[in-house]
T-cell receptor
Framework: GENVEQHPSTLSVQEGDSAVIKCTYSDSASNYFPWYKQELGKRPQLIIDIRSNVGEKKDQRIAVTLNKTAKHFSLHITETQPEDSAVYFCAASKPPPGGGADGLTFGKGTHLIIQP | NAGVMQNPRHLVRRRGQEARLRCSPMKGHSHVYWYRQLPEEGLKFMVYLQKENIIDESGMPKERFSAEFPKEGPSILRIQQVVRGDSAAYFC????????????????FGPGTRLTVT
């Protein structure tokens, strides 16, 4: 099955600097790669996603890049703010036989700490 | 537009009891997924259901765990004879149906049920 590796496990950056979180996946059939933000005790929130027919996607201060050949994708957050502090999870999935979207395989998470 | 609803938010069970967790997907969504999150860990996929059908239960433990999504009512994750190792946060997520062959991949999560087994 799919295996998703995520690095680093903890990332501390100064407020205003950029943060980059990287993930690799193993199953070349995976074609959907979302990123979730989870604050302590809260639900995971979808912040951005990318599909395999796209190399890069941007939404304000957040961007995701995908390299299908190397099977890795990254989350970039620019101009970090204190409210960006949270745990970030990458995930991957592929279309199941039954249609719809398959279950997501998650990385272990990155604890992002924004230092004031 | 209400999001994904889960109840109860917190559930305490003694070893050997049964736990029933409920999930109501977002309005218009027909796909439900259940995930388990152990403390300080990522989410692990358990099961994917559509109305009255289990599509993929590859992440579900073979014993004591079952899930359903009936034609009417919420999806239910049932854990029989709970053990301490079942203590975790259980999240469900929903996604919209495919329309005209276009798959909607986005999954939106509920607030979770935190199960504690004493």
């Amino acid at each position: 099955g799919e295996n998703v590796e995520q690095h680093p496990s903890t990332l501390s950056v100064q407020e205003g600097d950029s943060a980059v979180i990287k993930c690799t996946y193993s199953d070349s059939a995976s074609n959907y790669f979302p990123w979730y933000k989870q604050e302590l005790g809260k639900r995971p929130q979808l912040i951005i996603d990318i599909r395999s027919n796209v190399g890069e996607k941007k939404d304000q201060r957040i961007a995701v890049t995908l390299n299908k050949t190397a099977k890795h994708f990254s989350l970039h957050i620019t101009e970090t703010q204190p409210e960006d502090s949270a745990v970030y999870f990458c995930a991957a999935s592929k279309p199941p036989p039954g249609g719809g979207a398959d279950g997501l395989t998650f990385g272990k998470g990155t604890h992002l700490i924004i230092q004031p | 537009n209400a999001g994904v609803m889960q109840n109860p938010r917190h559930l305490v069970r003694r070893r050997g009891q049964e736990a029933r967790l409920r999930c109501s997907p977002m309005k218009g969504h027909s796909h439900v997924y259940w995930y388990r999150q152990l403390p300080e860990e990522g989410l692990k996929f358990m099961v994917y259901l559509q109305k009255e059908n289990i599509i993929d239960e590859s992440g579900m433990p073979k014993e004591r765990f079952s899930a359903e999504f009936p034609k009417e009512g919420p999806s239910i994750l049932r854990i029989q004879q709970v053990v301490r190792g079942d203590s975790a946060a259980y999240f469900c997520a929903s996604s919209p149906p495919s329309l005209s062959g276009i798959i909607s991949y986005e999954q939106y999560f509920g607030p979770g049920t935190r199960l504690t087994v004493t």
